[in-house]
Every structure is written in C-alpha cells, then in structure tokens.
C-alpha cells in the first residue's frame, strides 16, 4: 500500500509539473487523470468496483442522457436539484454556470485587437500581401483606395560658387550569434590523466547587454566530484589581475581534493568575435601573509570560444549629400575642387546600442559650380502640390561658415487615390506536403587496430636429475655395485692405505705412550711384554662410493623467458612481476604474471641414491606484446558511417622516447536512422496549420506514465538508467562493443512492439518501454509491468524471480517468452548480430544501444599488462528503458548542470522529485520521440466508430470505461 501512495503522489507531482506550460485547467485534469489511471484501474473491477470508488453502480442515472432528444429538460432539473447540494459533481455544475454568466470586460472600438483585424478586413493584401497565389478558382474584383499623403525631403542650394557637401555612413547593425540561446558552449578543459579533468563551459545569451559573461567550472575524477558546478560572472572588457573565482572540489586518488580552486589570470576577455580567458585550477599558494591566495596552479587553460553575443556587422549605407554636385545636377558644370577627405574618424559610436568602429564616419568635397543657376531639387516637388513642412541648413558655404549653402526641405506630399484586388469565393487547392518531424540520428561508433596482446600463455618446467657414482682420490679399483635390488644397491671403491702392522708372534697393534710422551702404534711380545713400534705397509681398503647429482631442467618456458626485459624474470614459484622501468626499450616483450610449483616436494630414489627437492616442476603463465598487428575495422559497423578524423593513439610503450603507439582506435560517425518525415495535406495559409501540440502532450502523457511506473521506491527517483558495459579486447578480432543490427531499420522499434506486443496480447504497459533487456539491471523497475504483461503465463513469475536472484540468464528468460512476437524479434537480432562470442552483458548493451537507449560516457582501460600497457578497454553507457527517458535525461541533466560522471564512475540515477519539479519540459526537444509517434498514430475514423458504439454503456465512466 505505500508503494501505492508513493506512486499516486508522484503522478500529482509531475502533473503539477506539466501544468506549468498547460493551457487551461481542463489540461491540469486530464493530465493528473491519466497518469493516476493506470495504477488506479487495477483496483477497479466488478463486482468489487464498489469497495474502491464510493457510489459506484453501473447503471447511474446519467447514462440515460445519451441520445435523449430532450437535454434541456434534463439539464434544467440537474442544475435545480444542485441548487442546495454540497456534492462535489453539484459544485462542479455550478461553477460552470457561474464561470458562463459572469460578466466579461468590454472590447471598444479602438482596442488593438479591434483595430487590427478592421485593418485586415478593410485591406487584406495591404496586411497579408497578395494572397490570390495560394488560391485556385478565387473570384477576384478590383476596389477603390483613399488617397493620401506622404514625406519627401530635397536638397535646395541657396547660391553658385563654391560649394561644400558631405557623406556620412549611417549603417544598421547586425547582430549574429555564434551558439544556440539558452545552453552551454563547451570553453575547454585541462586533463591530470586519462580520468580526471577540470572543465570550463560559457553561457550563449545574445542579448545580454551589461558587459558580463557567464561562465561555470567544475573540476571531477574518476568518482565524481565533491563539489558540483560553480557560475562566475566575468567583465567582457578582460581581467588585469589574478582573481580566485570559487573553490572546487575533484575526487582524486580516493578522497575529496581539498583546498582546490579555479582562478582567472590575467586575460584579454571578448574583443571582436572571440572571448578569451587565462583560467587555472589547482591548490593554491599563499602569499606572505598566510592568508592571501596568490597563484593557483599546476593546471593551466587557455580558454577561447566564439563570442555568445555575436559578432557585430554594420551595413554600408551612406547619407550621400553629394549626389547632385558628383552627377552635376542639370544645372551647369561643377568642378570638385578637393576631397573627399575624413573630417570625422577614426572613431567608435552607439548603433543600436552597440559600440560601433569606423575608420571614418562623415566624408567632406569641395565643389566649384560658378556657371548655371543654384540647383533646386525641390522645385519638382512644390510645382506637385506638395507642401513644405519644414527647412533646415545641411551644409554651410565653405568660406563663410554664417551662410547656409545647401538646404535640406522636407515636403508631404499628396498621393493618388488607387485600388486594390479583393480575393473571394474561393475554394482552397490542397496539396500533399513532406514535412520533417525529426532529423537523421547519428551515433559514434569505433573500431580497434592494434599489436596482439597474447594473454595468459602457459609453459611447464620440469626437473630431472641424473645421479653419478665415482671413487675418491687415490682409489685403484670401483666403483662397484653389489648385487642388490634395484633402487638399494651399495656401491664401492678400492683404495691403498698406508697401515701399521705386527709380525707373529707379536701381537698388535696398538698405541701405547712412548717416552718421551708420544702416542704411537707398537707391537708387544707376548712373552717378554716388551713394546716395540710397529712397521708400516701399504693395504688395499674398501670404502663407499661417491654419489653425483646433476640437475637438467626441461624447461617449456624458455622462448618466453627470454622476451622479459633483463632483470624482470622474478624467480620461479614468486608470482609478483618486478615493477618499474624497463631499461631500454623492447618493444616484442613479455611480463610473467603467474609461478606455480605443480610437482611438490618429494624424495626420488635415482641410481640407488635419495634425491630430495622442494619443487620438481613449476606451471607459469605470461602476458606478451606481440608485433603481429590486428585490426577489427574491417568488421561491419551499424548503419551508414563516415571516418571521422584520423585514427587515435590510445596505448603506448614508454620504454621508448618518446613512446611508441601500439593500439590505435578509429572513430565513425554513423547514421543509425534517416531523417523521419510525415506527408500532411496542406491547403493553403486559410487553413489553420496542424496542431503541433498533439506529439507533445502525448509525450507529456508518457512521461507521466513512466515516472510513476518506475519509481524506485528505495532511493524515491525517476527516470532512473542502469550501469551498461562492453568491452574491446586488444587480444582478438572480436569487438564486443559492437551493435546488434545488421544495419539501420532494426526491426527492435516502437513499431514492432507495438503491432505485436499492444494488439495480440493487450500489454499493460506502454509500448515505447523496452523491459524485458532491463530485467537482470533493474528488476524493481519492471517486476509489475511484466506481471501485467504475462501474468496468465504459467512459469513466468518464477522465471523473472530467477533472473532477479542471479540463477538464470537473461538470454533464458527472454527464450522464455518468445511466446511474445516482439521478444523473437530480439532473440533474432541476436542471431544476425555476430556479437554472440560475447559475455551476455556485452549482448544485452549491443541491443540497447540498437534501440536508442542508451547515452555514450566514452572508454577507459580496464586492464593493464604487459608492463603497463592496456589489455581491455571497456566502453560505458547509460541506458534507460524507453528512449522518452534517455531524452528526459539528456536534456534535464543540461538543464539542471547534472554530470553523468565518467566512464569509471558513471552517474545513471536520474533524478529526485525536486529535481523533477524543476525540470522545464517544453524548452526540451522530443522531436527523436515524435518520430517515434508518426508511425503509429491512431486511425482517427475507426477511433471514432469504436467509441460511438461504446459511448451508451460507458458514459459517465460505468466502471472501467
């Protein structure tokens, strides 16, 4: 239930919004009528229809006031029966009736209104111009007109001799506009790395006049910013000292930058047709006193646009008071004596209000005219009838400044009654007339060339070890093995030793201490016990053989061994690569990424010897840069393109200096759909023109709808986008960032939907949504739309709540209801599109993109290997459910000054109540949606039928009418 009247107060909430550029209250109502009805009409039904609406009966006494020949009689007694009521439906009646009788204000004669529709009537062409040519078979008659009077002015010279005129350039001044009214002009920006920047925007009004203009910084990072837009007025005349203008605040390595601010130094400002502007972001330093911001920096912009006001132009015409004298003038020969010479300029004068340069503003000449008589150009006039009004001195007689020479006259002269053709009794020749209703749409697509990035190729190294036997030094025979088993042999040598020895019958030996204390081998003579010391001879000894590892390792990684920079191979089994520069530079290089052990430690027994080791194998893994190029811009793009500048650098080796490019991308500006137009019967200027408001109101009605139905009731915001991504892989010739058509005409269009989806299985929910690619995004926004959509389908509510919980693809429910003619046509594109190597995510952004959902917030690189050189590079989007609510954002976040965030960090939550209520609709362009309009108007004369046999039994509502 509180879903229900968070969603009902909403719908009054924009209905209160669009009532700001309605026209009248009937508009007010219909518009809150509307957007309330489909929530509301759910819990209508009979018979229960009466537990919600008090006084509900399907039969109430008003239906019988269809086709009753005596309304009047039916009225009269309503309005008598009202007379003492206090029900609202009474209290409507009467204030109709008070609102028809109240008095109006009085229109006299010579009200403007009055006045100028006589004017019409009495002389329509003198209004309008000729109108026969817009009509065939007129009646045409030819009318007498009044005569009149008009302003003549004439040159009258007062004597012969010298005499002097002048040229003085008048002009008119131009004003022209180098930006659209109203938006924001794009002044430049100043990047700290690929992610974070400083931006400058300039305000277009023409008509500003106070020698200001308006400018607005903004400063974010990868997740934004912590403080938002900032607007500064800025004199046009320049600025001659360093100003600090506000404080910003990016978000910069994981915090908000603190202090940070923008400052102007000195600039030039708007001369001519360009506003020039020195601005600097940045910490700031202190001055002296430990106070005073004295430099802000290191980020410095050098702004320049075209001038918002436009540049001026001034029309080249000249009040020439020597036309006469230059072409003699009928009254004899006039010899120029000097000039034309400057007497006024160069000098800068107000046009129109606008400062206005001239390198001379009045020319001066010098005439000799003794023969003939003073010209006279007035003497025509007079002998006409005119009469002289008035007489003023133009020029004086050069030598005599007291002395007028040249008179400027000013006559009214009478003109001559005439006539005038009236059209009538025509009948108006229609013709059918082409007119657009939106341009040709147009988006940026890209294609990727670029050295092969091989990622991930695995090697094996494995040990072997070989075990030797061999002799100690001195030995004379082995090494000999016994006869033992495998693996358990003994192995021997045979060595001389120098040994003590005793002859029979002497026994020994053994040592004994001699005089003088010396331990030596003796003999003893068992009979006598004397000691003697013991000769020596040599003895052949057996002793142990010595064993001998040798290790040879099979090493599978060699090659790619080798293409790692010298001194980045980390040993085996450590998986962190070594970071830093790389000496030199090698462009066909490898970086190790991964180093297991696979063969764990164990004891072998090799040659009859146990051979222990820690790791007798290891698995590893590289990322290399290879020269082998790649490209997929030989792959299909949607619609008609053109390249668009050259191709771009968007990875370098900085081993090299300077670096070397090695991934370049290209970009396209392709035309995704053509121009739309409507044919539209066009019967000449007496017809009233078609009413343009028929696609704004029902893109008002639509915008109603929307924001009700899909308020995100945890955060309390409409028009809300989700997080779309697509990714290039630098590694393969698949671009998954690629659309899903085959070209322009997609078949995924309001027209499919609509012919599909609306008549053969009643949708509830309008056909200008495209819920089902948006179930895995956001399923709190369409869970009631698909509801009402398919319901009665058995499955369906556990296979969305499946979507929702992660446990089945998109791709699988959208199989699953391929029951429904237009979720084919989806699972179609799809077939056609040749994304299907593709994550799914990366699928479901292509067909959003091809239905014009979805905003472009550019690329970044996602992934980085190889010594730092990018792997992936992943594209964002912002896209929205209907395209109504992708415009709504475009245009409302310009108006409002909402970022989108970045590419990383994208901003997609469209907007708060407030910031709804403050959205100005009809300054929004929705011609992209009209066109969305024109091709499914209804068909006015079986509306009509449809209705009229509807109207006895659903007249004053009956229920669900």
């Known amino acids: 239930m509180q879903k229900l009247i968070a969603r009902i107060v909403l719908f009054c909430v924009l209905a209160n919004q669009t009532i700001v550029y309605a026209q009248s209250p009937r508009d007010e109502a219909a518009a809150a009528a509307a957007s309330a009805n489909i929530t509301i009409q759910g819990f209508v039904s009979t018979p229960s229809a009466g537990a919600v609406v008090p006084g509900l009966t399907s039969a109430p006494p008003e239906t019988g006031y269809y086709g009753n020949p005596s309304l009047s009689t039916l009225s009269n007694a309503r309005v008598s029966a009202c007379a003492s009521s206090t029900d609202p439906a009474c209290q409507a009646v009467s204030s109709g009736i008070s609102s028809a009788v109240a008095p109006k204000p009085p229109l006299g004669p010579y009200d403007p209104a009055i006045a100028g529709v006589r004017d019409i009537a009495n002389d329509p062409g003198s209004i309008l111009g000729d109108l026969t040519p817009y009509y065939a078979g007129c009646t045409t008659s030819t009318v007498p007109t009044a005569g009149g009077f008009e302003t003549r002015k004439c040159d009258r010279y007062a004597a012969l001799g010298m005499l002097r005129c002048s040229k003085k350039l008048t002009g008119e001044v131009t004003r022209g506009t180098s930006c659209t009214p109203g938006t924001w002009i794009n002044a430049g920006r100043v990047e700290r790395n690929p992610f974070d920047e400083m931006l400058v925007q300039a305000y277009c009004d023409p008509t500003r006049s106070d020698g200001m203009q308006t400018y607005r910084f903004y400063a974010h990072g990868g997740r934004d910013s912590c403080i938002g837009w900032q607007t500064r007025d800025l004199p046009v005349s320049g600025v001659s000292a360093f100003q600090v203008l506000a404080p910003l605040s990016p978000h910069w390595e994981g915090r908000c930058v603190n202090p940070f601010y923008v400052a102007v130094a000195p600039s030039p400002g708007c001369s001519g047709s360009n506003c020039d502007f020195t601005f600097k972001f940045g910490e700031p330093t202190l001055g002296t006193d430990g106070t005073t911001i004295v430099d802000v920096g290191p980020f410095v912009l050098n702004s320049s646009i075209p001038r918002p006001n436009g540049a001026v132009t001034v029309a080249d015409t000249w009040d020439n008071g020597c036309a006469s004298l230059e072409a003699n003038g009928g009254f004899g020969a006039c010899t120029r004596l000097s000039g034309p010479s400057c007497v006024e300029g160069p000098s800068t004068k107000k046009i129109q209000g606008q400062d206005v340069f001239a390198a001379c503003w009045e020319y001066q000449s010098t005439y000799d005219c003794s023969g003939g008589s003073p010209p006279n150009e007035c003497a025509p006039l007079a002998a006409k009838g005119c009469t002289l009004q008035s007489s003023a001195c ?3 007689v050069p030598d005599n400044p007291t002395l007028c020479g040249i008179f400027q006259d000013t006559y009214q ?26 341009p040709a749409l147009y988006n940026t697509q890209s294609c990727y060339s670029y050295l092969e990035r091989n990622l991930g190729q695995t090697c094996q190294k494995s040990l072997d070890v070989a075990v030797t036997w061999t002799c100690p030094a001195g030995s004379t025979a082995g090494p000999t093995r016994d006869d033992a088993p495998p693996g358990s042999g003994t192995w021997t040598c045979v060595q001389p030793q120098q040994k003590p020895y005793c002859d029979p019958p002497l026994t020994g030996p053994t040592t004994a201490l001699l005089p003088p204390s010396t331990l030596q081998d003796v003999c003893t003579d068992p009979a006598s016990g004397a000691v003697t010391v013991a000769p020596i001879r040599a003895v052949d000894v057996v002793v142990p053989a010595i064993a001998v590892e040798a290790e040879n390792w099979a090493n599978g990684c060699a090659g790619l061994e080798a293409r790692v920079p010298p001194g980045k191979l980390p040993p085996d089994g450590v998986d962190t690569p070594i970071r830093g520069p790389v000496a030199g530079g090698v462009l066909n290089k490898c ?4 180093s297991a052990c696979t063969v764990p430690a164990e004891t072998r027994v090799i040659n009859d010897h146990p051979v222990t080791r820690s790791c007798w194998g290891f698995g590893n893994s590289f990322d290399c840069l290879d020269l082998s190029k790649l490209s997929d811009c030989a792959n299909p793009r949607v619609g008609e393109c053109t390249q668009s500048g050259e191709p771009a650098c968007i990875d370098s ?12 991308r290209t970009d396209f500006n392709c035309k995704v759909r053509d121009a739309v137009f409507s044919t539209v019967k066009d019967c000449g200027p007496e017809q009233p023109p078609a009413d343009e408001d028929f696609a704004r109101t029902v893109a008002f009605m639509e915008a109603g709808r929307e924001a009700g139905r899909y308020l995100d009731p945890a955060t309390m915001r409409v028009f809300k986008g989700a997080d779309n991504r697509c990714d290039k892989r630098l590694w393969g010739l698949v671009n998954c960032c690629n659309q899903a058509g085959s070209g322009s005409g997609s078949l995924l269009n309001n027209a499919s939907v609509a012919s599909t989806a609306t008549t053969l299985y009643k949708a509830a929910f309008s056909t200008y949504t495209h819920d089902a690619l948006f179930v895995a995004d956001a399923p709190e926004w369409v869970m009631s739309a698909f509801e009402s959509l398919a319901g009665g389908f058995s499955g369906f509510n556990s296979a969305l709540a499946g979507v929702a919980a992660g446990d089945i693809s998109v791709m699988s429910f959208l199989s699953s209801l391929s029951v429904f003619a237009w979720i084919a046509i989806i699972m179609a594109i799809i077939q056609w599109s040749g994304i299907l190597d593709c994550p799914e995510s990366s699928q479901v952004t292509a067909m959003k993109r091809e239905a014009r959902l979805c905003v472009d917030l550019g690329e970044y690189c996602s992934s980085n290997s190889i010594f730092g050189s990018c792997t ?90």
């Open 591 to 594: 970086e190790r990424k991964t």
């Open 872 to 961: 992936k590079r992943t594209r964002t989007f912002c896209c929205f459910n209907s395209r109504l609510s992708r415009i709504i954002n475009e245009q409302g976040r310009a108006q409002l000054g909402t970022p989108w965030g970045s590419a990383q960090s994208p901003r997609c939550d469209g907007f708060t109540i407030d910031e709804l209520q403050r959205l100005n609709f009809a300054a929004m362009d929705l011609t992209e949606f009209y066109a969305d309009i024109v091709p499914t108007m209804p068909n006015l004369p079986a509306a009509i039928a449809n209705q009229t046999s509807r109207a006895p039994s659903c007249y004053f509502g009956n229920g669900k009418c």
């Open 653 to 664: 080796d900085a081993s090299f200096t300077p670096p070397i490019c090695t991934a370049w």
């Open 394 to 396: 133009r020029e004086a």
């Open 413 to 438: 002269c009478p003109t001559s009654a005439g006539s005038t053709t009236v059209v009538s009794n025509c009948s108006p020749t229609c013709a059918e007339v082409t007119k657009p209703i939106s």
